[in-house]
């Protein structure tokens, strides 16, 4: 709403212009699929990662740090394509189930209460514990600086993917990368929030909405392709993904 009120005090001066901001809400020139943006693009990433091994969702066990917009979006969609939720975190603190946790009761559960604390098809964990949880996966999708020198060394998950801005500190991605742990970095695996904000802008410029469809289906494409071209750069050149990340943005500048 914040976006959509700078949008109109610009157009009181400048005439109609729904493109000078993005992220405003859909009924005021916002974009379809905005709001799970973020969370489908990690989804891609982490499938995209997994293929390399041929692996799909279906075959790896996930713990999740956070379930605000990006965290249970991502859930909600690794889930629906058959991943194993098994811990989750938010500011009420931590819940597990080995077994995985039903993603769709847990979002009416928060929807009514607010927080993921008290959930009963889990057992309650210390939130900080989801970080170090036996899982495939670790998806820090809240704070920055989440995983530091003081908890690294106790990360079990084979990658970590980087849902949040900044949740591994430098120190502690060296010493994740030294254990050989994957991280997929937050410029790469959370850019599909900013991704569809471009679709927004270049919606808005042509005065057209796309159906949610199109929308989901360019955020995959640009976001499978932006893994592979990073993968890429880190094979060849022997670099972890984030360098190579820096890289190629680097060299596109």
């Known amino acids: 709403k914040v976006m959509a009120w700078i949008m109109d005090e610009y157009s009181k001066f400048y005439g109609f212009s729904p493109a000078v901001v993005t992220g405003k809400p859909v009924d005021l020139f916002g974009s379809l699929g905005r709001e799970e943006a973020t969370?489908?693009?990690?989804?891609?990433?982490?499938?995209?990662?997994l293929k390399g091994s041929?692996?799909?969702?279906?075959?790896?066990?996930?713990?999740?740090q956070g379930f605000g917009n990006v965290g249970s979006n991502a859930a909600r969609l690794?889930?629906?394509?058959?991943g194993r939720i098994?811990?989750?975190?938010?500011i009420s603190g931590g819940i597990a189930n080995e077994t995985g946790i039903d993603i769709s009761r847990l979002l009416q559960w928060v929807e009514s209460n607010k927080v993921v604390a008290g959930f009963p098809g889990a057992d309650a964990i210390d939130g900080a514990a989801v970080l170090t949880c036996k899982a495939d996966v670790l998806i820090p999708a809240a704070l920055e600086g989440a995983i530091t020198v003081d908890?690294?060394?106790?990360?079990?998950?084979?990658?970590?993917?980087?849902?949040?801005?900044?949740?591994?500190?430098?120190?502690?991605h060296d010493i994740l990368t030294a254990r050989g742990i994957t991280v997929i970095p937050d410029i790469l695996a959370n850019a599909g929030g900013v991704t569809v904000s471009y679709f927004e802008w270049s919606q808005n410029i042509q005065q057209f909405r796309w159906e949610l469809e199109r929308v989901?289906?360019?955020?995959?494409?640009v976001m499978r392709r932006a893994y592979n071209d990073v993968a890429t750069i880190a094979r060849e050149s022997n670099l972890d993904l984030r360098t190579a990340a820096l890289v190629l943005a680097i060299k596109r500048v």
């Open 39 to 49: 969370g489908r693009g990690v989804m891609y990433s982490l499938e995209e990662f």
């Open 54 to 64: 041929g692996r799909k969702l279906a075959d790896v066990s996930v713990a999740i």
């Open 216 to 221: 989901n289906l360019e955020l995959e494409r």
């Open 86 to 90: 098994v811990a989750v975190s938010d």
């Open 78 to 82: 690794i889930a629906e394509q058959g």
């Open 151 to 172: 908890n690294a060394q106790q990360v079990q998950a084979e990658v970590v993917v980087e849902a949040a801005n900044g949740p591994v500190s430098p120190e502690a």
